[in-house]
T-cell receptor
Framework: EDQVTQSPEALRLQEGESSSLNCSYTVSGLRGLFWYRQDPGKGPEFLFTLYSAGEEKEKERLKATLTKKESFLHITAPKPEDSATYLCAVQAGSGGSYIPTFGRGTSLIVHP | DAGITQSPRHKVTETGTPVTLRCHQTENHRYMYWYRQDPGHGLRLIHYSYGVKDTDKGEVSDGYSVSRSKTEDFLLTLESATSSQTSVYFC??????????FGDGTRLSIL
């Protein structure tokens, strides 16, 4: 059974204080790992897709990396507008069902 | 961005009544999904569709049914609503092996 564990559950940072969110996964053949951002009252918004170990993607203050067992979302010099819940999901390669498994998310609050 | 619209955005109803939530996408995605999101549980898959009239159950499908008569529309029905089905419901769509695009949710309260 595919599993995704995100840590920490909640994270409070001061503006400018860099940190990382973790997504650990077990899956039989990774087809893709996805990061989403969710603001209160909104649906998840897609950020990145990672397909293979060693791959990295960047967007503004966010950088996502992938190993064979986990992914990190690095946030450099965060701003209050980066406050949101960040979700990780994996899609297995076997079976072709394209049904992703989501983690429970990390709630990030950045204080000014 | 993929165009995903959900209706209604908010609904309050009584226990035992039928409820239908609607999802419409404009991206011609093959896959569509219904999730519920509750504190402490994250996103949980209710049902999904891999084509017109092709649907399957997710991990929390009891008490729910779905229908997909057109590529762009995916309906979720609560046949007889219960208070445990009070939740925020999200619809998503996506292509094969591609990220999902989500609607902004329906907040459903069952009294």
């Amino acid at each position: 059974e595919d599993q995704v564990t995100q840590s920490p559950e909640a994270l409070r940072l001061q503006e400018g204080e860099s940190s990382s969110l973790n997504c650990s996964y077990t899956v039989s053949g990774l087809r893709g790992l996805f990061w989403y951002r969710q603001d209160p009252g909104k649906g998840p918004e897609f950020l990145f897709t990672l397909y293979s170990a060693g791959e990295e993607k960047e967007k503004e203050r966010l950088k996502a990396t992938l190993t064979k067992k986990e992914s990190f979302l690095h946030i450099t010099a965060p701003k209050p507008e980066d406050s949101a819940t960040y979700l990780c999901a994996v899609q297995a390669g076997s079976g072709g069902s394209y049904i992703p498994t989501f983690g429970r998310g990390t709630s990030l609050i950045v204080h000014p | 961005d993929a165009g995903i619209t959900q209706s209604p955005r908010h609904k309050v109803t009584e226990t035992g009544t039928p409820v239908t939530l609607r999802c419409h996408q404009t991206e011609n995605h093959r896959y569509m999904y219904w999730y519920r999101q509750d504190p402490g549980h994250g996103l949980r898959l209710i049902h999904y569709s891999y084509g017109v009239k092709d649907t399957d159950k997710g991990e929390v499908s009891d008490g729910y049914s779905v229908s997909r008569s057109k590529t762009e529309d995916f309906l979720l029905t609560l046949e007889s609503a219960t208070s445990s089905q009070t939740s925020v419901y999200f619809c998503a769509s996506g292509g094969e092996g591609q990220p999902q695009h989500f609607g902004d949710g329906t907040r459903l309260s069952i009294l």
